[in-house]
Each structure stands twice: as C-alpha cells, then as structure tokens.
Nanobody, 127 residues
Framework: QVQLVESGGGLVQAGGSLRLSCAAS????????MGWFRQAPGKEREFVST????????YDADSVRGRFIISRDNDKNTVNLQMNNLKPEDTAVYYC????????????????????WGQGTQVTVSS
C-alpha cells in the first residue's frame, strides 16, 4: 500500500505560480510512475502530467504544456508539480497518483492506469 498526501494548493492570481507536492509513505516511490490529475467543479477528472519512475521522462497535457513542470525526488519520496502562468481555468482540485512502474504503455493518461490516489489539494486562480 502507498499513501499519498498532496500539499501546496491555495489561492493565487492569474499569472502567478504555485508548487504542489505529493508525499508518499508505505512504499518507496521509485517503484511507481507518478501522475497528476485535476477535477474542476462539474467536470470529470482530467490528466495533467506524468513522470516515469526514474524521472527521466515526463508527459504533459496540451492545456498545461509549457506552463507546468512535473518532477520527483525518489530519495525524499516526493513528486512535485510546478505551476507557472496560472489561468482561471486551472482552478480545480489536484490529485497525485501512483502507477506500478512495471506496467507497460507509459505515458499513463487515464485514471484506470493508476493504483493509488491522494485526497487532493485545492487550487484556485482568480482573474
């Protein structure tokens, strides 16, 4: 079992930045590819970004590419999402998730590919 806890959410003005963190316990994250998803009010949860177990490759959704950067520190058992140039449409609850690294077919862009989920952290971007 892996327990994931997100932090770093908050209220920010459009154009600002936030850095989300996801801390894991229970198992080392080096055995997992990691991803970030988000869910806005009244909308389905959507893929944001994913990174391989080693951190050597990442893949972002078109809507955030060039603005968001996913990274990981396996020694600290954490995954981060640096969000720059935030827009009101980025407002959502952000979730981190872990997928077994042995699973084929990365990048994992659907929820079903992930085994563990955090409880989410709220990001609100004001215009």
């Amino acid at each position: 079992q892996v327990q994931l806890v997100e932090s770093g959410g908050g209220l920010v003005q459009a154009g600002g930045s936030l850095r989300l963190s996801c801390a894991a316990s229970g198992r080392t994250l080096s055995s997992y590819a990691m991803g970030w998803f988000r869910q806005a009010p009244g909308k389905e949860r959507e893929f944001v970004s994913t990174i391989t177990w080693s951190g050597g490759r990442s893949y972002d959704a078109d809507s955030v590419r060039g603005r968001f950067i996913i990274s990981r520190d396996n020694d600290k058992n954490t995954v981060n999402l640096q969000m720059n140039n935030l827009k009101p449409e980025d407002t959502a609850v952000y979730y981190c998730a872990a997928a077994a690294a042995s699973r084929p077919g990365w990048p994992f862009r659907t929820q079903s590919r992930y085994d563990y989920w955090g409880q989410g952290t709220q990001v609100t971007v004001s215009s």
